[in-house]
């Protein structure tokens, strides 16, 4: 445990969440649920400092990503600005046997499975369809379409359960990201029942940052969106998404019991989008800056750093050198952007299937002749 004192172990209140770390960087010891789980973390001063620069470099790097944008490099971008807990705490405490699948604004999961920060980039900049692997990083390909990817989970978590993967310490699990608004999605509720009858080692992890685009949560819900997982046969659970700690202890919590093979878990992590839905979305015209002003006093790197700085875990020359070390990175990732190639038109069929077909060969010199008959026409 951390230097210090720390507020000692509490009950979550009715209608509350889990959260081992307050707004002003205080800590809790543990916090017990309604069903007896207790949650906390043992981390070590340096496992904390690295929580920290993690959050730092995620948002860091978002925000290049979002002047890039602005600056016509990329088509479109989904920032994760005000969602760094609830990202870097859930992907910390994947192990490397979990696969992910993440929505489009995973960034900070992303990076926390390993993958180099620049796949992406080549997505939304329309250069490539982001080629990692998914098999070696355990993260799947990013999903545009809402929700769809919590079938593609609930199926991969089904085969690891017939693979015989599950019922031990060292099984795998399975993790589902979405937003609050695709809870409304028919994929979604879908998952919630093939993964509730068939028992599957999934945790389901909606990202409730308030708005679904410009609907807001009571446009959707009458009920907290953790307690609809009752009605399916599988405990949720809420957390301060804006808490690392906690996001890290329950979403731990979750994929351990699904890997024992006790089943799925939702976890709504209540958090807040500080910044717009994408690049293409105005978000002044649906909330109100009193609104936005309330929750950066929630910021979740803001209440770690108090945190490190109370319990003298970390001095300032510490948080320079976060600081320092993320921006040479976010000025490493806009030059290596910068210097993505455009690809011939022709590629888009290269990919399409791993050994090609006939009719894939005839369409594409049907396009290549096409092409060909623009040149020279000014065109």
Not at 13 to 22: A, E, Y
């Given at each position: ?11 979550i ?10 707004p ?24 904390y400092?690295e929580?920290y620069?993690?959050?730092v ?9 979002v002047?890039l944008?602005?600056q ?8 994760l600005?005000?969602?760094e807990a609830?990202?870097v ?6 192990r490397?046997?979990?696969?992910a699948f ?13 993958i ?16 990692w692997?998914a ?30 993967k ?11 990201y979405f937003?609050?608004?695709a ?8 998952a919630f ?7 599957s ?25 953790y ?5 399916y046969?599988f ?5 301060d998404?804006n ?19 006790q ?14 839905h994408?690049?293409s ?15 950066k006093a ?25 600081d320092?070390?993320?921006?040479k990175?976010?000025?490493?990732l ?7 190639p455009?690809?011939e ?18 369409q ?13 026409s000014g065109h």
């Open positions: 445990m951390a230097k210090g004192e720390s507020v000692a172990g509490t009950d209140p009715p209608g509350g969440f889990v959260q081992l770390l307050t002003d960087g205080e800590r809790i010891d543990s916090v017990t649920a309604a069903d007896g789980t207790t949650y906390s973390v043992d981390f070590t001063d340096e496992e400092r929580l620069r993690d959050l470099t995620v948002r860091r790097l978002d925000t290049e990503a002047a944008q602005r016509g490099e990329l088509g479109i971008w989904a920032s600005l005000g969602q609830a990202q705490g859930s992907g910390r405490a994947l490397p046997q979990d696969m993440p929505t489009y604004r995973e960034h900070g999961v992303l990076y926390c499975r390993g180099d920060p620049i796949m992406p980039f080549g997505l939304f900049r329309g250069v490539d369809q982001g080629g692997d098999n070696e990083f355990k993260f799947n390909q990013y999903t545009i379409v809402i929700g769809s990817q919590t079938l593609h989970a609930t199926g991969y978590a089904m085969g690891v359960t017939m693979d015989g599950t019922g031990s310490a060292d099984g795998e699990a399975v993790i589902a937003g609050d608004g809870t409304s999605q028919g994929e979604v509720n879908e029942v093939w993964s509730g009858v068939f028992n080692p999934i945790v389901f992890f909606c990202q409730n940052n308030q708005y679904a685009i410009s609907e807001p949560l009571e446009r959707q819900t009458r009920v907290p969106l307690q609809r997982a009752g009605g046969g405990p949720g659970i809420r957390v998404g808490d690392v700690l906690a996001t890290f202890a329950v979403t731990r919590a979750a994929l351990d019991n699904a890997r024992n093979g089943g799925p878990t939702l976890i709504e992590a209540y958090t807040y989008r500080m910044g717009a994408t690049s979305d105005d978000p002044t015209r649906y909330r109100i800056s009193s609104e936005v002003e309330s929750w929630k910021d979740p790197i803001s209440r770690l750093r108090a945190f490190l700085s109370k319990q003298k875990i970390a001095k300032k020359d510490f948080f320079a050198e976060v320092e070390t993320a921006n990175k976010a000025l490493d806009r030059e290596r952007v910068l210097a993505m455009d690809p038109p022709v590629t888009l069929f290269d990919h399409v299937y791993p050994n090609g077909s006939p009719e894939l060969d005839a594409r010199d049907a396009f290549t002749r096409y092409q060909a008959s623009f040149e020279g």
